[in-house]
Structures are given as structure tokens and as C-alpha cells.
């Protein structure tokens, strides 16, 4: 299983970016996939997340309302709009993914630890 990030950039305070997460390898088992980020001097943190299964999504609290994770099957893709963008959002994002267990949910899934495998990351930037 692959993943591989694209979208990051420079954007000013209240503005939007979409990253996008290309995925491949995957198999049609139930995965979470999973938006992550790190920020300097910061461990890292969950910060949305969407089962393939049956397409539950898990956010969280800070991102509510703001970001939005879908996933596009055909394309093998998913995406993390970020609108309202704050400089607090400053980090670089990690697409990463693992199976599902049976009987856990995504909302438990959803931290850095469950996660075997991970892309490189990419860098968003939010000035004031």
C-alpha cells in the first residue's frame, strides 16, 4: 500500500487549499485513511479521518466546520478540503492508512499510532 500527498502550499489566513492523498496497492479490504499533521516542536496528530467501508468520517474538534475529508473510489483518491484556513493550521500533512479491525470504529482508528502506512507529507503554510 502506497499513499502520496499533493496540494500543500502558502496561503494567508482565512484562505482555502485542497490536499490530495493518490493511493495505491490497496486491496478491498475496509482501511481508514487518515489526514495527519505535524507541526514544528509538535507531535503528531490526527486530524480527519474517512473508512473506505462505508465511507464513516471522523474530525476533529478544531477542524469542524472547516475541513472536509471525501474520497473519490474511482480515482483512488482522497481529499482534505481546508477552507477557513488559520495560522494554527501550519504543519506538514500526512496522508496514512491501515486496516480496519472488525468492530472498531473510525473515530478510534483515527490516531498516528494505528497507522502502518504513511506518505511523505506535504507542507501547508498559513500567514496571518
Known amino acids: 500500500e502506497q499513499l502520496v500527498e499533493s496540494g500543500g502550499g502558502l496561503v494567508h489566513s482565512g484562505g482555502s487549499l485542497k490536499l490530495t492523498c493518490s493511493l495505491s496497492?490497496?486491496?478491498?479490504?475496509?482501511?481508514?485513511i487518515g489526514w495527519f499533521r505535524q507541526a514544528p516542536g509538535k507531535e503528531r496528530e490526527e486530524v480527519s479521518c474517512?473508512?473506505?467501508?462505508?465511507?464513516?468520517?471522523y474530525y476533529i474538534e478544531h477542524v469542524k466546520g472547516r475541513f472536509t475529508i471525501s474520497r473519490d473510489k474511482a480515482k483512488n483518491v482522497v481529499y482534505l478540503q481546508m477552507n477557513n484556513l488559520k495560522p494554527e493550521d501550519t504543519a506538514i500533512y500526512f496522508c496514512?492508512?491501515?486496516?480496519?479491525?472488525?468492530?472498531?470504529?473510525?473515530?478510534?482508528?483515527?490516531?498516528?499510532?494505528?497507522?502502518?502506512?504513511w506518505g511523505q507529507g506535504t507542507p501547508v503554510t498559513v500567514t496571518a
Open positions: 474517512i473508512s473506505t467501508g462505508d465511507e464513516t468520517t
Open positions: 496497492g490497496f486491496t478491498e479490504d475496509d482501511y481508514n
Open positions: 496514512a492508512s491501515d486496516r480496519i479491525p472488525v468492530g472498531i470504529t473510525v473515530q478510534i482508528m483515527c490516531t498516528p499510532r494505528y497507522q502502518q502506512f
